[in-house]
């Protein structure tokens, strides 16, 4: 199996398509080379700072599906250098992703990072496990304080990974990452009003003694 995610997507009509709009010659030199299927410490510190991620799944009538995974930074959690895992909440409970994991194991995923304007695409095969299987696993993919309910653990088996240009990709913030980027115009902004104050009163003063 090849460690290139360009490889193990390049269908013969992929290769047709970039054929007839002339980028062929281009991605011709870069098979083999983009992409790998063994997580760095640069992967391990990007993913488990996410709070979510796109997941992929395709139908037995071939339709691809997507849906969106979210928790508390650090729910996906890489354990060990082909593995990931997380803990399936409770949702909608119509069970698509889950349905069609049982007949195709295969699912790609996206990791956004868009105050940086990074992304990962990750394609794995996926595991399912009950949670009373495994109390060890369970516990290490744990969510402390998460009031969701667990269904299931999915342990997602690594096949490739490419990182992503950031062309495109609009910078959006979450209301914790503004709030940290507006901490120092805040305090900025308090030293100002305290300074206003003391000058008031200080001009308060000296037409008080005139």
């Known amino acids: 199996m090849s460690d290139s ?16 709009n002339g980028s062929d010659a281009h991605y011709y030199g870069l098979r083999g080379k983009l ?3 063994v997580f760095t410490a640069r992967e391990a510190t990007f993913i488990e700072a996410r709070d979510s991620f796109y997941m992929a799944t395709v139908s037995e009538t071939g339709w691809p599906y997507v849906q969106h995974r979210g928790g508390q930074p650090g ?3 890489v354990l060990d250098e082909k593995t990931l895992g997380f803990q399936d909440f409770r949702g909608n409970r119509q069970y698509i992703s889950v349905g069609n994991l049982g007949a195709d194991s295969r699912v790609a995923l996206l990791l956004m990072d868009y105050p940086n304007r990074r992304r990962l695409k990750i394609l794995a095969h996926a595991e399912m496990k009950d949670v009373a299987d495994d109390a060890q696993l369970a516990a290490r993919l744990a969510t402390p304080g998460y009031r969701g309910k667990v269904e ?8 490739a990974f490419d990182w992503n240009c950031p062309q495109h990709i609009t ?3 979450t209301g914790s990452e503004l709030e940290e980027a507006l901490m120092p115009v805040r305090k900025r902004m308090s030293n100002l009003e305290l300074e206003n104050e003391t000058l008031r009163a200080r001009v308060s003063k000296s037409r008080g003694t005139e």
């Open 5 to 20: 995610l360009l490889d193990i997507l390049s269908t013969l009509s992929v290769k047709a398509a970039q054929a007839a």
């Open 35 to 37: 992409g790998s299927n």
């Open 75 to 77: 729910f996906l959690r």
């Open 152 to 159: 299931r653990v999915f342990l997602l088996h690594l096949e």
């Open 171 to 173: 910078p959006r913030f």
